[in-house]
């Protein structure tokens, strides 16, 4: 199966306390406030493109987040649900762009782009460890 250009897949979801830029301290001196997380809106971004991309895929294949370039535009409070939207956009050699959005109940949350790559599975983790474990 391929994608065309403008092929789109729309991913759901309530934000949740595990969520919020609250719970990304990492220590006491970190203090971020009570709303959806720029890193998670990114998270539910990607997840969306990998969705798309998904039926594609060969049983040893998975795809990868390669870039994201976003704004996040505007806050969402808890338990709020929001809707993270790719779209498609064509080919740069051969990485697969997207057009990312998150909306809320208040509009448009965020906006820009995203890369991805196929790659094969087994390489992909075998070239983590080979890279980590360099003299």
């Given at each position: 199966?391929?994608?065309?250009?403008?092929?789109?897949?729309?991913?759901t979801y309530t934000?949740?306390?595990?969520?919020?830029?609250?719970?990304?301290?990492?220590?006491?001196?970190?203090?971020?406030?009570?709303?959806?997380?720029?890193?998670?809106?990114?998270?539910?971004?990607?997840?969306?493109?990998?969705?798309?991309?998904?039926?594609?895929?060969?049983?040893?294949?998975?795809?990868?987040?390669?870039?994201?370039n976003v704004n996040?535009?505007?806050?969402?409070?808890?338990?709020?649900?929001?809707?993270?939207?790719?779209?498609?956009?064509?080919?740069?050699?051969?990485?697969?762009?997207?057009?990312?959005?998150?909306?809320?109940?208040?509009?448009?949350?965020?906006?820009?782009?995203?890369?991805?790559?196929?790659?094969?599975?087994?390489?992909?983790?075998?070239?983590?460890?080979?890279?980590?474990?360099?003299?």
């Open positions: 199966m391929t994608m065309e250009i403008k092929d789109s897949l729309a991913l934000v949740q306390s595990k969520d919020l830029a609250s719970d990304l301290p990492i220590d006491e001196h970190d203090n971020f406030p009570e709303v959806f997380a720029t890193s998670r809106m990114i998270a539910l971004m990607e997840l969306s493109a990998a969705r798309l991309m998904k039926p594609m895929l060969q049983s040893d294949e998975l795809s990868v987040g390669v870039n994201v996040h535009l505007a806050a969402t409070p808890n338990n709020q649900e929001v809707k993270a939207i790719a779209t498609y956009i064509g080919m740069a050699g051969k990485l697969y762009q997207f057009e990312v959005e998150l909306h809320d109940k208040g509009g448009i949350a965020g906006s820009g782009t995203h890369t991805r790559a196929i790659v094969k599975t087994e390489r992909l983790l075998q070239g983590a460890i080979t890279r980590v474990n360099k003299p």
